[in-house]
């Protein structure tokens, strides 16, 4: 497995995945874009992965509150669908779009604050609104297939990438 740390969550990838993470530490992201935190190269498909996780243990109580109310009021989902343009741009002008590419949000949040069946209609909408930003939906459909999971779905279907908590202090 090799590992990569986003805040305080540690995953875990099979050796033979390539893995990029957009944000690392000296990376220079072009002026007025926003990125993904990962993209998972598979055979036939791509990941796109951004990680919310609003109750790490530097969280304060506001914070955590505000990003449940975004969440609730699908405010988050305007900031989403910009970073998912922007990491597909990049995908594009570095050629890397020639397979199937998929949009996850994982957020992690606290055992009952969401449950399966809330984010089915997070997901529709936010795929909606990848879609289709303007008036006219876009002419080229850039992203296969959008999912907004929680940490419990996020195990179900993708057991073969680990993930852990590793407190600030110990990173």
Known sequence: ???????????GFPQDVDVLKLDEE???????MSF?????????KRYMIEVKDP??????RESSK?????????????????????SYTYLHLMEKD??????IVLIVLEPGS???NDLIPMKEHLFDNIQKEMDSP?????????????????KRLFNEFSIERIPEKTV
């Open 66 to 86: 505000d990003f449940l109310k975004k969440l609730k009021t699908r405010e988050l989902i305007s900031k989403l669908v910009p970073k998912c343009r922007d």
């Open 114 to 116: 969401i449950y399966d």
């Open 55 to 60: 109750f790490h243990t530097q969280a304060t």
């Open 1 to 11: 497995m090799k590992f990569f740390h986003e805040g305080e969550l540690k995953f």
């Open 98 to 103: 020639d397979k199937s590419i998929i949009f």
């Open 26 to 32: 000296g990376t220079v992201i072009p002026q007025g």
């Open 138 to 154: 876009w002419k080229r459909k850039y992203i296969n297939n959008c999912f907004i999971l929680n940490l419990t779905l996020w």
């Open 36 to 44: 993904v935190d990962f993209i998972v190269e598979l055979d036939d």
